[in-house]
């Protein structure tokens, strides 16, 4: 040890050392006094402690081999290495200092902030809601649907950016803070406005406003009666575009033109009718579409060459069927949606909402990908600003399997409708659908903050943390609510517990509705019943409630022929039923069409799940390969993480019965690194 002291002493280190720091120590005085004069970012300081470090270990390096050598000189190779040393660290701190950048430890959110504000075209506008300053607080879906006509006919405007309502319901009709607003909804201008309707009179009062200086731009009122109140939608989307010098197109000024029906008893019957059909958009309501569907048609009987009227109810229509009908017969609302589709395009070929009203037949209707595609493409080419367009084409997009394609269309909807909770649910449901389940639960959480009663988005984050490593607890307690969705969800989630006398009891509770049955692809609750009876031993009762629930599922065959997905989930329903009957061989059968038709639907968003649920039907019966062989193939499918993922294999029951197959664990090694954290044990 003392020898040691010793030659720390000859090559005086410590000297080195002592001097070096004290060096160091007032550069760094000088440094930190220059990054606050300047405003230097905080990357500056850390690059200078870098290369103060490099080079204090330098230095105690050639002070100990030149005091080995018995002289503290330094040589011209040496003095050129420090050179480089500081040249490279002094250019860093040049390059840093010159362009100020964000890092992870400055104010992320203000330079986003920034970005937006910078970003944000001059001609941009968003809508806000109407106040309502009618005695009668029943005329909410009038206001709304005075805010709603205006606002789309700003959207036939091919200059503007116009925000979506979805993004504004949540705003107040005068906020106090425009800038902010501005801010969060990426538009320079609003448009405030108020309605005030006594009998058969109607005052609307609006103000354009620059959301920058909350200097008025323009206002106007407009005193008219119900007979001629319709109409001022397109004399006000002129007036802002003229304020916002925004250039119209010969066929932008014809669309401002154009009243609604010309009939007002029609009108206002079809405004009720928007605002019914926009909780059902909202809340994903079955009954809310059906009350849209009656009170379009009693505005087209008013007024038989509604073209607008026409389409709308063609859309509701479609998503009514898309939702499993709500126990109206699904095939005649789809050949209903498709008349009033092909009647407002024969009406008004150039109207985007007719063709969006067929791109949606085609879609939820038929489930023919490539034809909607082709229709949402032609509304973007009349209405190139389109959110709803957008979002059906992302959403085609995904059942083609083209998932980076489906993002971006749907980001770029996200730009017209910012604050739209629905299409935050689309965008998680399209990254669990690759598997991205970390940046899902962001995007699911996102639109949980926009909309606290996005019951979907509840459901599907619930899902992300079940399907991201098996975590039944923690999907469990997402899923909290009394709500018949979440409530039939939990059933599934006690199942996969075994606890099937709690998941019985529970959905037993459920009220048998065809609102609340059909939409989640659960079936019909007798099914479900029968099935958690079986998987208790109950046989006898098993097979009774299978019995009843069979010709239940054959009928609905017919009502789904014309959408192949839907069709495929009812033949797994039948095949079910026929199983728990005992009609083994009839089972079969139904799940080699299911599988056939599955394969000819193309479907790269629901077939996945659905090709799993017949490989666990394939697994009941006792066919281990076929089983194996329809699992392999839905896990390798793209798609499959919005409803399953490889860490249900150790937590699933389904599996059970070929647990120790050589084909499920050859499975089990492949996708061994999606094991759940901890093994539930409940398939020992």
């Known amino acids: 040890m003392t020898d040691f002291l010793d030659r720390l002493k000859q090559r005086k280190l410590v000297q080195w050392a002592l001097a070096y720091l004290a060096a160091a120590w007032v550069l760094l005085q000088v440094l930190g006094l220059a990054a606050d004069s300047y405003d230097w970012p905080h990357a500056i300081m850390r690059i200078a402690f870098g290369v103060i470090a490099l080079g204090f270990v330098v230095t105690l390096l050639l002070a100990w081999y030149h005091g080995e050598r018995g002289a503290q000189r330094v040589s011209g190779a040496e003095l050129l290495l420090i050179a480089l040393v500081l040249v490279i660290g002094g250019g860093l701190l040049w390059r840093f200092g010159k362009t100020p950048a964000p890092t992870a430890t400055t104010d992320v959110v203000a330079a986003h902030k920034l970005t937006a504000a910078i970003s944000i075209p001059s001609k941009s506008i968003a809508v806000l809601p109407f106040e309502n300053l009618s005695s009668d607080k029943e005329n909410d ?251 059906a084409q992302g959403l085609v997009l995904r059942r083609q399997g083209h998932f980076d394609a489906a993002l971006d269309s749907l980001r770029h909807a996200q730009t017209l409708d910012p604050r739209n909770s629905e299409l935050g649910l689309s965008l998680g449901e399209t990254l669990m659908m690759v598997s991205r389940f970390a940046d899902a639960k962001v995007a699911l959480q996102r639109a949980l903050a926009l909309d606290p009663a996005n019951l979907q988005a509840r459901f599907r984050l619930s899902c992300v943390i079940l399907f991201a490593r098996g975590d039944i607890a923690g999907a469990l307690q997402a899923a909290r609510g009394d709500e018949p969705r979440m409530r039939l969800w939990r059933v599934n989630l006690l199942g996969l517990q075994a606890k099937y006398p709690q998941a019985l009891a529970l959905l037993d509770a459920v009220p048998d509705t065809p609102d609340n049955f059909y939409q989640a692809g659960d079936g019909p609750k007798l099914l479900q019943q029968a099935e958690l009876h079986l998987s208790l031993g109950d046989t006898a009762r098993a097979r009774e409630l299978f019995a009843q629930a069979l010709p239940i599922v054959r009928e609905r065959l017919d009502t789904t022929s014309g959408i192949p997905i839907k069709a495929v989930q009812v033949r797994i329903w039948i095949a079910q039923a026929e199983y728990g009957v005992g009609d083994i061989d009839k089972s079969m059968a139904s799940l080699a069409e299911a599988r056939a038709l599955l394969a000819q639907a193309r479907d790269s968003s629901d077939g996945p799940s659905l090709l799993e649920s017949i490989a666990a039907a394939y697994a009941r019966a006792g066919s281990a390969d076929a089983a194996v062989s329809a699992l392999a193939q839905a896990l390798a499918t793209p798609g499959i993480g919005v409803n399953y993922s490889p860490a249900m294999l150790w937590i699933d029951p389904a599996w059970n019965p070929m647990r120790e197959s050589p084909g499920f664990q050859a499975l089990l090694q492949k996708y061994a690194d999606a094991k759940p954290d901890q093994d539930t044990g409940i398939h020992d």
């Open 141 to 391: 879906y009038f206001v709304a649907g005075m805010q709603d006509l205006i606002l789309t006919k700003l959207a036939d405007i091919g200059e503007l950016k116009v925000i979506s309502r979805t993004s504004t319901l949540k705003y107040r009709s005068r906020p106090e803070n425009l800038k902010q607003v501005g801010a969060e909804l990426g538009v320079a201008n609003v448009l405030e406005g108020s309605v005030q309707r006594q009998g058969n009179a109607v005052l609307v009062n609006v103000q354009l406003i620059d959301t920058a200086t909350d200097a008025h731009l323009w206002a106007e009122s407009y005193q008219r009666t119900l007979d001629n109140v319709f109409g001022v939608e397109g004399e006000v989307a002129g007036k802002v575009a003229d304020a916002l010098q925004a250039k119209l197109s010969p066929e932008s000024v014809g669309r401002l033109a154009t009243s609604l029906s010309n009939n007002p008893e029609a009108d206002d019957l079809y405004l009720r009718a928007e605002f019914s059909s926009h909780r059902g958009d909202i809340d994903f309501d079955t009954s809310q579409y059906k009350q849209a569907i009656v009170l379009y048609r009693e505005a087209i009987a008013k007024a038989p060459d509604f073209a607008l009227a026409l389409a709308r109810l063609s859309y509701a229509d479609n998503a009514l069927a898309w939702l499993g009908g709500g126990g109206e017969d699904v095939a005649h609302l789809v050949a209903d949606a498709q008349a009033r589709a092909e009647s407002a395009l024969k009406l008004a070929p150039r109207m985007p909402e007719a063709r969006l009203a067929m791109g949606y037949n085609h879609y939820y209707g038929k489930g023919e990908y490539s034809a909607a595609l082709a229709d949402f493409v032609a509304v973007l080419r009349l209405r190139p600003n389109d959110a709803k367009a957008l979002i």
